[in-house]
């Protein structure tokens, strides 16, 4: 079973930078697209951003387009997501999940279409 630990969320200025990661364990995190998802205080999780097992493929919110960068690496099983001119609304607990299905070329957009998700970690930004 593969299990996802999230990091470098913290409190930043509006305008400023962060840059999530998820480390995975197991074997098996290069044959999954993974994708980051928030969850605002009485809002429902949403999607970010999705990346392809490949990492060719890749998804983004309307809301975080321009600004917000997924990435992997496979050979460290890790998966990132750079937040550049971050704004107060993207105030969130921020969560890195793994597909539920081994498929190429598949930006899975829904939580039902994921299997395993990490802890989450606090990103809140200041105005």
């Known amino acids: 079973q593969v299990q996802l630990v999230e990091s470098g969320g913290g409190l930043v200025q509006a305008g400023g930078s962060l840059r999530l990661s998820c480390a995975a364990s197991g074997r098996t995190f290069g044959s999954y697209s993974m994708g980051w998802f928030r969850q605002a205080p009485g809002k429902e999780r949403e999607l970010v951003a999705v990346?392809?097992?490949?990492?060719?493929?890749?998804y983004y919110t309307d809301s975080v387009k321009g600004r917000f960068t997924i990435s992997r690496d496979n050979a460290k099983n890790t998966l990132y997501l750079q937040m550049d001119s971050l704004k107060p609304g993207d105030t969130a607990v921020f969560y890195c999940?793994?597909?539920?299905?081994?498929?190429?070329?598949?930006?899975?957009?829904?939580?039902?279409?994921?299997?395993?998700w990490g802890q989450g970690t606090q990103v809140t930004v200041s105005s």
């Open positions: 999940a793994t597909a539920a299905t081994p498929l190429s070329c598949y930006l899975p957009k829904n939580t039902g279409d994921y299997g395993v």
């Open positions: 990346i392809s097992r490949a990492g060719t493929w890749t």
